[in-house]
Nanobody, 115 residues
Framework: VQLQESGPGLVKPSQTLSLTCTVSGGSITTNYAWNWIRQPPGKGLEWIGAIHYSGSTYASPSLKSRTSVSRDSSNNQFTLQLSSVTPEDTAVCSC?????????WGQGTQVTVTS
């Protein structure tokens, strides 16, 4: 299984961050949950949200009001949208497979919020 994040590396404050994770070697509609996780500079990992293979979506309570996770089943991709970003949302964002624990991760992509 391979996961690859894609999206803009720079986002302006108040805009919406959009990232896509393309999955190969496994279907996002067959099993597992597909997660978005971030790591701000100098801080630990933070789970953002996920979409279950059933289509149910979940988000961290602290980010729920700004988070949307969706999928494009035909292209085996899932997407993160984080709205109203601030410089505090600057982080390396990664997608990962798993429920309760994760086993496969993308390489991560740097997202910087700056004007």
């Amino acid at each position: 299984v391979q996961l690859q994040e894609s999206g803009p590396g720079l986002v302006k404050p108040s805009q919406t961050l959009s990232l896509t994770c393309t999955v190969s070697g496994g279907s996002i509609t067959t099993n597992y949950a597909w997660n978005w996780i971030r790591q701000p500079p100098g801080k630990g990992l933070e789970w953002i949200g996920a979409i279950h293979y059933s289509g149910s979506t979940y988000a961290s309570p602290s980010l729920k009001s700004r988070t949307s996770v969706s999928r494009d089943s035909s292209n085996n991709q899932f997407t993160l949208q984080l709205s109203s970003v601030t410089p505090e949302d600057t982080a390396v964002c990664s997608c990962a497979r798993g429920v309760a624990s994760t086993d496969y991760w993308g390489q991560g992509t740097q997202v910087t919020v700056t004007s």
